[in-house]
T-cell receptor, first 114, second 115 residues
Framework: AQTVTQSQPEMSVQEAETVTLSCTYD???????LFWYKQPPSRQMILVIR??????QNATENRFSVNFQKAAKSFSLKISDSQLGDTAMYFC???????????FGGGTRLMVKP | GAGVSQSPRYKVAKRGQDVALRCDPI?????LFWYQQALGQGPEFLTY????????KSGLPSDRFFAERPEGSVSTLKIQRTQQEDSAVYLC?????????????FGNGTRLTVT
């Protein structure tokens, strides 16, 4: 079974600064997918960024980028130029290659301060 | 509709009552997941369907929990004799994929409060 660990229950950052959220996971699979989801108070899970394990290049989506270290089983999210609208819960998640199992971490609550 | 629809959005039940939570996935989506999310926690897997087949129900916490998807589209999660520990947000997600990755689309969830 896969496990996903987020060691930072809460983080805060000043508007316009950069913050990094940590995630580690455990799996015996070689091919898989990793995600960061954002969940605002509306409860809607919003996909922030996705990384395929077979790709060495770190994924980037505008202000969001990841540092994927496959050997270390680490998958951190960097948010640059933080905005007030980034305030939310952030979940790291692992999906197996077959696409029939998605496992979430416990989440990090991010507060962006003006 | 354009997205995954869940109803009701909020449900309050007295302990011991039965509840039924509905999920309307995106049309044509093969895979459907149910998750339970306790307050301040990450979503925990409950069950997974491919079309009408329930392929994995290992996450259902007790035999009071039952899920079905009889025609391979709408799914219902039923909780019998609700207990206070069942209070949580129940999330549904669907995807087009079969045996391979495709993007998951989440509903807004049903917040269940058992009093």
């Amino acid at each position: 079974a896969q496990t996903v660990t987020q060691s930072q229950p809460e983080m805060s950052v000043q508007e316009a600064e950069t913050v990094t959220l940590s995630c580690t996971y455990d799996t015996s699979e070689n091919n898989y997918y990793l995600f960061w989801y954002k969940q605002p108070p509306s409860r809607q899970m919003i996909l922030v960024i996705r990384q395929e394990a077979y790709k060495q290049q770190n994924a980037t989506e505008n202000r969001f980028s990841v540092n994927f270290q496959k050997a270390a089983k680490s998958f951190s999210l960097k948010i640059s130029d933080s905005q007030l609208g980034d305030t939310a819960m952030y979940f790291c998640a692992f999906m197996n290659n077959a696409g029939n199992m998605l496992t979430f971490g416990g989440g990090t609550r991010l507060m962006v301060k003006p | 509709g354009a997205g995954v629809s869940q109803s009701p959005r909020y449900k309050v039940a007295k302990r011991g009552q039965d509840v039924a939570l509905r999920c309307d996935p995106i049309s044509g989506h093969v895979s459907l997941f149910w998750y339970q999310q306790a307050l301040g926690q990450g979503p925990e897997f409950l069950t997974y369907f491919q079309n009408e087949a329930q392929l994995d129900k290992s996450g259902l916490p007790s035999d009071r929990f039952f899920a079905e998807r009889p025609e391979g589209s709408v799914s219902t999660l039923k909780i019998q004799r609700t207990q206070q520990e069942d209070s949580a947000v129940y999330l549904c997600a669907s995807s087009f994929g079969l045996l391979e990755y495709s993007p998951l689309h989440f509903g807004n969830g049903t917040r269940l409060t058992v009093t």
